[in-house]
């Protein structure tokens, strides 16, 4: 089955329908590099935290282990999210859109999600003719990674 | 001043400062296809709605109009969002995650934002071996574009 195809199979199912996960992963639509956009919103106030970037391992290993781990494009490495500031993602679903190209995970995150120490990234408000920081710092990033 | 340096100095900022949205605009970090991914938020229910990408023109279009515009990159157009099934998104705000590469639009979404009828793209769970469809088709596609 082609990857559009299984997800057009999926489209037309009604709820409680389901297909095989193995043979999702197989026709997963990765971009160029291979990889897959994933969303992290916390999972019960609902606040998306950030945008990152998963590889078929990434994406294999948060499965198995319940905690998130994406692919660092900066560092070309697997970033298994907290590994060095303690601030972990722990995954309470995994879900993929309508044309199986993007992730949204629902986490529970432990402190601050973004490397800045704000508790989620999207902290820069557009507000007329300004981009606006409208959130605080909750952890020095010093603190956070150490020095 | 270069892309990461202008983001940089928003890391740095308290709450309630600023930098004029000119200078965001010239140093935004678009992908090599020229393009930004845009997550779609419901501003009240703060359901995830779904993920697309934007160019400059939509990127300014959408800000102008407050009515949201993606780039379509199956179609290579411009693609505002309800033109043919009538869904629109109306803008409430947009936000910039740490580094740029991200948007953030909470919006008004009237009816289903997916293709497929549904309310949003991610009806597609992952529960335990299988995917499983959890979401239900509200309009059916047909009547959304039309025969």
Not at 127 to 132: C, D, P, R, T
């Amino acid at each position: 089955m082609s990857s559009a195809g299984l997800w057009k199979t999926l489209e037309a199912l009604p709820p409680g329908q389901s297909v095989p996960l193995q043979q999702v992963f197989e026709q997963i639509p990765w971009n160029a590099d291979g990889l897959i956009p994933a969303i992290a919103q916390q999972y019960d106030s609902k606040e998306v935290l950030m945008l990152a970037w998963m590889n078929a391992e990434a994406l294999y290993e948060t499965l198995e282990k319940k905690r998130v781990c994406y692919w660092s494009r900066s560092r070309q490495q697997l970033w298994r999210k907290g590994e060095s500031s303690g601030q972990i993602q722990e995954l309470k679903e995994m879900r993929f859109d309508c044309d199986g190209d993007t992730l949204l995970l629902l986490v529970d995150q432990t402190g601050p999600a973004c490397h800045t120490g704000r508790r989620a990234c999207f902290y820069n408000l557009v507000q007329g003719e300004s981009l606006v920081v409208d959130k605080p710092v909750l952890i020095d990033p010093e603190t956070l990674y150490g020095k």
